[in-house]
């Protein structure tokens, strides 16, 4: 049973983009060891189309075990990692009864792991000029999404002490390169702790959905929240939420 | 050979304060001119506390809680941390070794004193652990606001009550803290805590300890994690934040991390541990 963290997020969020462009070995802090990067790339991409394959529509629960290593400041540690996508349907009660062995396996995963994290797609309002907005979901469905996600940590993952909530494809909203300048870990002198980091992020990035974190936060079931932006377009950013976990849980 | 239990209520900052004795060895530097001692972790669950003060504490990050469940079932499930201090105190004082081995109980084992509950085996453990296989005990205390005063009064007058009928009346030692005496309100009383700390603001805990403990086994000390920025910059060295609703502090200045009289309950514990099994 995974003890480790869980990566989740609902479809086409790029979280099998962001798994495989972690396993690059163009890394700095956090590299994956297992498994690596060229069988990683031919089990998730399409050569042809040159795109990322979609995960099987037909399986309800998708996981796949990654051993990665970190470079903390007191040196390099280990954490183990599964991950799952969750079809929009998971949270349908008529899902839920007619696959029961499936949404009891992923309570099961979710229950025993260490920490989460919860992978969010960018919503129109914040998309740059220059991309198709229409290509995302606008503030309030976004907002109505995460509201089951909270339901979800509050009812069904009491036991879980972390939960990192990246917005990812931050290239698309905002300067990757000067956020990252602000927000990089470096092990002897960061500019920012990870109080401020999370600070910083979460009132730039997080408004629409300060108060269902604060309401996380005072859940009382001693579950720190920490949100991270990310971008397969900036190892930096990319890097971080890894980090975080990794000051926590590495063996 | 002292085996010493860390007890204090619920964030008052046991595992904290272990960490930083963990971390001190590498970082003597960064904590200052305590020179006059040296700390070595012994054991595999010391140095990972070490590595654990490095990149959380030093990160700005705090700890999360230690608690009942999960993983931590019974007291043995608990981590126990075994440090080594050599100390020379003064210049022509003889190098003197001290073993300090101790158990970071949950700060729901402190609160549940008054209301023993032996379902429970960590509760039952604890004292059976507290009151048969330790010489000394640091207690933390960390609330000096209106109230708490009453809390830890009961607290401690069950506590000397267990010491009593265990056996332990003659020979148990309490080193009682005020822990994060960086704090601005408390920091000016460091210097003689039993008069300017706990007289002022813990008066009856204070008595209740007084009246039920032999004076050669108690001694009460202030003590601060976290320390201040500077010896000319009394600021403390502490980012407040909220956890859980709770309030709860991260380190502010990692490079100016000098911890406040962080070793001195410990020497007394373990040394005089050490006089008692000798004689």
New interface residues.
Partial sequence: MCMGVIYIGDRATGKTHLAMELANRNCKYVKVIRPEYDALKQLLYNEKEGTIKQTDGEQAIYNRDIEIQVE????K?QISLEWIDTPGEIWRSSWQSLMQAEWKKFLDTICQSEGIILILPPYREIIKPGHNPYDFINKQQWCNRFNRWVDFFRQDCT?I?HLVICLNKADLFCDIDREAAQLEFIPKG?R?????RDAYVFQQYFKPIHSQIQQI????????VRCFITSIKNRALLELPWIYL???LAK | MGNICVIGPRGSGKTTYLAALAYWPDNRRTFGRAKNFDIKPQNPESRELADKAENILCQGLDFQATVIGQEIQTVYDLPHYSFRIDTKRYFFSKKELIQVNVRDYPGEVFEKIIEPNFSNSIHEEFIKECFTDVTGCLILLTGWEKGTDDFYKKVMNQFVHLMDTNGRGEDLRLAVAISKCERGEIWSGRIDPELDLFEVYLPKTRKILRDGVLPKNLRFYAISTFGVLGRNNPRPNRADRLTDGEPASVLREPRHWRPYNMIEPLYWLGKEGKKVKKG
């Fill in positions: 903390l400041p007191a040196g540690k036991k002490k960061s920012m702790n990870w109080e401020q936060n005072k859940s009382g079931s001693r579950l720190a990794g000051s926590f």
